[in-house]
T-cell receptor
């Protein structure tokens, strides 16, 4: 089955600086790669996702890059703000029967702390 | 705020007991996936229900079973509870459509403690 590794496990950056979180996956059949943000005691929330036909996707301060050959993908957050502090999870999945039917394998999470 | 709800919020059981957790999917969603999140870990896929049928299962023993109802709400049942079953149980619903992007919306979770 799929195995997703995520690094680093903790990351502290100064407010305004950039943060980068990296994930690798093992199953070449995976083609859906979402990133979730989970604040303490709350549910995971999707912040950005990418499918294998796209190498990069950006949404305001957040971007995800995908390298299918190397089987890795990364989350980039620019101009970090205190509200970006949370645990971030990457995930990977092969295509589902339909979109939304993916079975996600999650990484172990990165605790991001933004230092004011 | 998403429309996925779960009940109960918290639950305490003892080893060997059975538990049923419930999930109401967001309106219009036909797919429910269940995940187990141990403390400090990422969610682990348990199984998925699509239009009332099991549509894939993760590496969990048969004492983890589920059900999806005609209104697409779902139950997760765990028999013969073990201490290691203590975790946050998350369900996620999605539209499961043939086209377009469909994210999985997570519920708030049920915190299960097994003593």
């Amino acid at each position: 089955g799929e195995n997703v590794e995520q690094h680093p496990s903790t990351l502290s950056v100064q407010e305004g600086d950039s943060a980068v979180i990296k994930c690798t996956y093992s199953d070449s059949a995976s083609n859906y790669f979402p990133w979730y943000k989970q604040e303490l005691g709350k549910r995971p929330q999707l912040i950005i996702d990418i499918r294998s036909n796209v190498g990069e996707k950006k949404d305001q301060r957040i971007a995800v890059t995908l390298n299918k050959t190397a089987k890795h993908f990364s989350l980039h957050i620019t101009e970090t703000q205190p509200e970006d502090s949370a645990v971030y999870f990457c995930a990977a999945s092969p295509r589902g029967v339909n979109f939304g039917n993916e079975k996600l394998t999650f990484g172990t999470g990165t605790r991001l702390t933004i230092i004011p | 705020e998403t429309g996925v709800t779960q009940s109960p919020t918290h639950l305490i059981k003892t080893r060997g007991q059975q538990v049923t957790l419930r999930c109401s999917s967001q309106s219009g969603h036909n797919t429910v996936s269940w995940y187990q999140q141990a403390l400090g870990q990422g969610p682990q896929f348990i199984f998925q229900y699509y239009r009332e049928e099991e549509n894939g299962r993760g590496n969990f023993p048969p004492r983890f079973s589920g059900l999806q109802f005609p209104n697409y709400s779902s139950e997760l049942n765990v028999n013969a509870l073990e201490l290691d079953d203590s975790a946050l149980y998350l369900c996620a619903s999605s539209a499961g459509l043939a086209g377009g992007d469909n994210e999985q919306f997570f519920g708030p979770g049920t915190r299960l403690t097994v003593l």
